[in-house]
């Protein structure tokens, strides 16, 4: 059975960095993509970044770019992302999930973690 | 602003057919697959259709998925109060937006 579960809830001051962990099992990690997505409060779902388990090879959307650092150990079949120079609008739940497509990235997400909550508060 | 076009708000009662569009562009419906996720508050999302209009095994054959150019829709027939809850398109993008891009989501009330 697949699972994917995150590190636990993070309060932040603004301007600090966040690593959020996404810890996978019961599949071959290198085979599917990992997305980001985060949903804000009163907001709905945004597609933050992927990362490509098996060569390191990351894309994140342009919002993020500069901001979002995606890395893997495949060592323990885990994902990282860490998110910089944090404000107020990032104070949202982040979620990993696996995402299904075969041979290149679709947004075929079959599997999500339990989510991340991380607040940025002074 | 989302790139994916949904309704805020839909609702129906118990046992009605309802559905929600999704409005895209050729850059991301029109020349890609859609996938529609099911948000319940304090859950993880859940894949309720991909590949347009594939349902993955345990989800009911009450929910259906079609697409047409560049818009797509979700159908749900014999509405149940667990529908409840908040629905999402899903596309790959072949602009600047994406790559991937989801809907702002449609608020579903059971009456």
């Known amino acids: 059975q697949v699972h994917l579960v995150q590190s636990g809830t993070e309060v932040k001051k603004p301007g600090a960095s966040v690593k959020i962990s996404c810890k996978t099992s019961g599949y071959s990690f290198t085979d599917y993509y990992i997305h980001w997505v985060r949903q804000a409060p009163g907001q709905g779902l945004e597609w933050m970044a992927w990362?490509?388990?098996?060569?390191?090879?990351?894309n994140t959307a342009r919002k993020f770019q500069g901001r979002v650092t995606l890395t893997r150990d495949t060592s323990i079949s885990a994902a990282y992302m860490d998110l910089s120079r944090l404000t107020s609008d990032d104070t949202a739940i982040y979620y990993c999930?696996?995402?299904?497509?075969?041979?290149?990235?679709?947004?075929?997400?079959?599997?999500w973690g339990q989510g991340t909550l991380v607040t940025v508060s002074s | 602003q989302s790139v994916l076009t949904q309704p805020p708000s839909a609702s129906g009662t118990p046992g009605q057919r309802v559905t929600i569009s999704c409005s895209g562009s050729?850059?991301?419906?029109?020349?890609?697959?859609v996938y529609w996720y099911q948000h319940l508050p304090g859950t993880a999302p859940k894949l309720l259709i991909y590949?347009?209009?594939q349902r993955p095994s345990g989800v009911p054959d009450r929910f259906s998925g079609s697409k047409s150019d560049t818009s797509a829709s979700l159908a749900i027939s014999g509405l149940r109060s667990e529908d409840e809850a908040d629905y999402y398109c899903?596309?790959?993008?072949?602009?600047?937006?994406?790559?991937?891009?989801f809907g702002g989501g449609t608020k579903l009330t059971v009456l």
């Open positions: 990362i490509n388990p098996s060569s390191g090879g990351t």
């Open positions: 899903a596309s790959w993008d072949d602009g600047l937006s994406g790559p991937v891009v």
């Open positions: 050729t850059l991301d419906i029109g020349s890609n697959y």
């Open positions: 590949r347009n209009n």
């Open positions: 999930t696996r995402d299904l497509g075969d041979d290149y990235p679709q947004a075929w997400f079959d599997s």
